[in-house]
């Protein structure tokens, strides 16, 4: 009953039942659902499902069932939280932050912990005053990270040192080798393919397609250089050979082939010459297929060139140069010699076909190519060049000459091959012939005697009215038959001709020949012409300085009468002015004779009585020539003329004090010092009495003169100085101090005062004094140098270094400072140090002599003679620099060289440096003359040297 109950309904619900299975079918599955599980089906999973080992994220549940049971509100979306959920959530919020949420790397978990607050003025500045913070503190521990990472960078040298460090002391050993032991040195053998494996090799044969197409492309086009063949050789056909393998085995045979066809069977002797012709297999050239092929390029070009231009004379000239490129010398010839025949009026191409014929054909090429133009310079002069005798080339000149009379080049070569009287009987035809040109009419002035060389330049200025150099060359005339009152008219009467002319006067072109009638030895119109035209074209505002501004130019090029001439117009131009007198006495000085010099100055003197610098010239050259009573009356005189002159007072005593007359210079000084005289004359007098050993004297005289200028450092300084040699220390303390009151910015009291107190009190309170002396003077690299002295005199290195560092720094372009850098720095060092000072001071004598000096070191002769004489040039006062140079060339250069050094430091006269001036003041040095003081100084920087050299070792 139940059973068909069952079945009548099922057949009742079957149309529908279709769209009940596609409702499920559309519906996601429950949470966590596995088909079949409840038929005990586990399921399983790939790793394509997985991907890589690491486990899925949970991902949010959008199934239906969980949407629906987040409610209306959307709270807990995807899916509904658990007890254990909620508990977290609410530990949460009592903590503030989620822990699950992203770390920032920077600000860890509190990101996000102020997110919402503004960044304000009031954030920005607390931020800034905490980074001045970090900053203040980080610099108060910079110098202790400095100094022990610096300890810890010398630990390790020392504990790592170099290679060039380990082997120093042996690499200065060197020097004592002999030449003897450096050749017993053997030699460094190659030893490395000693304990190399031979490796098996194996070894194919190449197939015999492969060997031909390698010959192919490794063909060789040879043939003998023209330039051989030219001079003898002949032309032998070479096959196209393999390889140059088989060139060489076939020279041989080749040669003794060649060598029995040209021998002579008679006799016995050859015809040729066996060295000669292995020159011409020397000479073999080679040419490669790309050389090859830009032959054959440019052989078509110009083919074309030649055949569709026949009448154009470079395409010939091209092609048979480039035949005679390519090695084939008689296709070049041959080429030429058409181009002979298709451009017969172009010289160009008979002069191209003279130089590729052979020296027997050259001749009769070119007299075919005269004949085709006999009216060609250039074929007659080719001609002449040909012929080996000088009649020769003058018969061929004077052919040409029938055919050209009027060619001044052909001329001009006919000329030059002839003697005295033919040249002259040629030069006359030659001024009928050609009229025009002034230098046949030169020549033949200058062949001719003074009658008649008068009648040719008067003839030559009729043809050529606008021609300077014709009344040039008459004054120049006149001048040399001693006719000297001729040459200025006869150059004032030229300018003005040339004038009416109308041709422009060229000022610095007359000047030009001024100078090289100079050269040729005219003075006199040298002066005449300087005399009428150094006026031309210069305002007179610009006379002077135009006009010294030439005589200095002139006097650079060594045209030195040509500028006393200049001078001589100046002066006659600005007789008052004491600068063009200076400049003149100068030239003459260092160009004349002391007469002439004297001369001048006389004639200065009166013209400018009140120039103080000419009368006291004139006074030292007559001393210098040993005529003191000449000397004492130019001084009387220009005393009458300035009679308030200190400095003639100062040359006056000078005089009598170097030429032993104490007395004489007493009673001057004396009588300076009532007509109220300055701070030198009382430092002059002082001097004096030094010298004579009267010590009172010198005392009250500096008392005096320190009452009257209290503010002159000398005379403080010779106070203290007379302290020190009577023993006095504490009175020259006292004198040293009291004038740096005075004189706080004294370098030399300050340097004494040190100098002193290191010999009283020791280092300590040398170090005082200087550390006062550069808070009162910053930047005096003298201050620093002698600090940093004292240190390295008392052994204390690495302070002397600090300073040295230090002083750099204040006066990074202190050329004694780096000078004694250098020397200071350890001998690897040295260069790089030199090379930073070359840099900052590039002009500074003593960097240039310390660098000199290292090179003298380093054994470097001639660089350092440079060097030497590069800081000598740039300071030629400092007598240091000429003590060094003089003991070098002591030392490595010839005599010659030696008194070259010593006639330059004579003439320079130094006056300073700071070796040289302890020894050139000294009592008993007074009156030594500068050869004596060189001398002198030379031995003790010998001494100074060994010194060093012992407290080294």
């Known amino acids: 009953m139940f059973l068909l109950l069952f079945l009548l309904l099922g057949i009742m619900q079957a149309p529908v039942a279709p769209k009940n299975r596609l409702e499920f079918l559309n519906t996601r599955p429950p949470p966590n659902y596995v088909a079949g599980l409840g038929r005990g089906a586990t399921g399983f999973t790939t790793r394509s499902d997985i991907g890589p080992a690491r486990a899925a994220p949970d991902l949010p549940d ?38 699950n949420q992203k770390f920032d790397e920077f600000e860890g978990n509190d990101v996000g912990l102020f997110a919402s607050a503004e960044y304000d003025e009031e954030d920005k500045e607390a931020d800034a005053v905490w980074d001045e913070i970090d900053k203040r503190m980080d610099s108060r521990r910079k110098d202790r990270r400095e100094a022990r990472l610096k300890e810890e960078i010398e630990k390790y040298r020392a504990s790592n040192p170099k290679i060039t460090e380990q082997f120093a002391d042996l690499k200065r050993k060197l020097v004592t080798l002999s030449a003897a032991e450096w050749d017993s040195i053997p030699e460094i053998g190659d030893y490395s393919l000693r304990n190399k494996k031979k490796r098996f090799e194996s070894f194919v044969p190449v197939p015999d397609t492969l060997l031909e197409k390698a010959r192919q492309e490794k063909e060789h086009v040879t043939a003998l250089d023209p330039k051989s063949r030219a001079a003898g050789g002949t032309e032998t056909p070479w096959a196209q050979t393999p390889d140059l393998t088989a060139v060489g085995e076939g020279r041989g045979t080749v040669l003794s082939l060649k060598l029995d066809r040209l021998s002579d069977s008679v006799s016995g002797l050859t015809v040729v010459d066996p060295k000669g012709y292995l020159t011409d297999l020397k000479s073999m050239k080679i040419t490669s297929d790309a050389e090859i092929s830009d032959i054959k390029k440019a052989r078509l070009l110009l083919k074309s060139v030649i055949q569709t231009n026949p009448k154009h004379p470079p395409g010939w000239i091209a092609a048979a140069r480039l035949e005679e490129v390519a090695g084939k010398i008689q296709t070049a010839r041959d080429l030429i010699k058409k181009g002979c025949e298709e451009c017969p009026k172009n010289e160009d191409v008979w002069i191209e076909a003279c130089r590729l014929a052979n020296p027997d054909e050259a001749k009769a090429v070119i007299a075919r190519g005269v004949k085709a133009i006999p009216n060609s310079v250039k074929l007659w002069m080719q001609a002449a060049k040909l012929e080996h005798d000088d009649a020769n080339k003058s018969r061929v000149l004077r052919k040409g000459l029938e055919n050209i009379p009027d060619s001044v080049r052909l001329w001009k070569a006919v000329v030059e091959l002839a003697n005295e009287d033919d040249a002259k009987l040629l030069l006359q035809r030659a001024v009928e012939c050609c009229p025009l040109h002034v230098e046949l009419w030169l020549a033949l002035a200058r062949l001719e005697k003074y009658d008649a060389a008068k009648k040719v330049l008067n003839k030559a200025r009729e043809k050529l009215p606008k021609e300077p150099a014709i009344w040039i060359t008459a004054a120049k005339l006149e001048e040399a038959n001693g006719n000297t009152s001729m040459v200025g008219k006869i150059i004032e009467r030229g300018i003005r001709a040339l004038q009416r002319e109308g041709v422009e006067i060229d000022r610095e072109a007359w000047m030009k020949e001024a100078e090289a009638a100079e050269r040729a030895g005219s003075v006199a119109t040298c002066n005449a012409i300087i005399s009428n035209t150094i006026g031309i074209g210069v305002e007179d505002e610009d006379r002077k300085a135009t006009w010294v501004a030439d005589a200095e130019e002139c ?51 009166t013209y400018t009585p009140q120039a103080e610098v000419l009368w006291l010239m004139g006074a030292k050259e007559k001393w210098l020539a040993g005529d003191v009573p000449a000397a004492r009356h130019i001084l009387q005189e220009a005393y009458a003329a300035i009679p308030k002159s200190e400095e003639i007072w100062l040359a006056a005593f000078k005089l009598e004090f170097e030429n032993h007359e104490p007395e004489r210079a007493r009673m001057l000084l004396a009588k300076a010092r009532e007509r109220g005289g300055t701070e030198r004359v009382w430092m002059k007098s002082a001097i004096v ?72 009190s020791g280092l300590s309170k040398v170090r005082a004094v200087l550390t006062m002396a550069r808070k009162r003077n910053p930047h005096n690299p003298e201050l620093w140098l002698a600090a940093i002295r004292a240190e390295s005199r008392h052994g204390s290195k690495k302070e002397a270094d600090i300073l040295m560092a230090k002083a750099l720094q204040e006066c990074p372009n202190s050329g004694i400072l780096w000078a004694a850098a250098i020397e200071m720095a350890p001998r690897p060092q040295r260069k790089t140090k030199s090379s930073d000072a070359y840099k900052k001071c590039e002009h500074d004598p003593h960097v240039i002599a310390a660098i000199g000096k290292l090179f003298w070191h380093d054994r470097k002769v001639d660089k350092a003679r440079t060097w030497l004489n590069r800081a000598v040039t740039l300071a030629p006062d400092v007598g240091d620099f000429w003590a060094l140079l003089y003991k070098f060339e002591l030392q490595h250069g010839t005599e010659d060289q030696q008194k070259e050094v010593l006639k330059k430091c004579i003439a320079a006269e130094p006056k300073h440096g700071e070796k040289w001036q302890p020894i050139s003041k000294a009592v008993e040095n007074s009156h030594q003359p500068v050869e004596a003081i060189l001398k002198k100084l030379v031995v003790a920087l010998g001494k100074e040297e060994k010194a060093a050299e012992d407290n080294k070792h």
Request: charged share 35%.
């Open 555 to 605: 006097k650079r090029r060594g045209s030195i009468e040509t500028a006393r001439a200049i001078y001589a117009c100046a002066i006659a131009a600005f007789k008052s002015k004491k600068s063009v007198w200076l400049k003149a006495a100068q030239l003459e000085k260092a160009h004349g004779t002391r007469e002439s010099l004297d001369a001048l100055l006389r004639k200065a003197v």
């Open 62 to 99: 959008r199934s239906a069932a969980a949407v629906g049971a987040a409610g209306p509100s959307g709270v807990g979306r995807g899916r509904g939280k658990g007890p254990g959920e909620e508990e977290e959530e609410e530990e949460a919020e009592d903590k503030g932050y989620d822990e």
């Open 689 to 760: 009495e030094r010298e004579l050993g009267n010590s009172s004297e010198e005392r009250r005289l500096l008392d005096e003169g320190l009452k009257l200028f209290p503010s002159f450092f000398k005379l403080w300084l010779m106070m203290g100085q007379l302290e020190e040699r009577l023993g006095n220390f504490s009175q020259a303390k006292e004198a040293y101090e009291s004038g740096l009151k005075q004189c706080p910015n004294s370098t030399p009291l300050w340097l004494s005062l040190a100098n002193l107190e290191e010999r009283m």
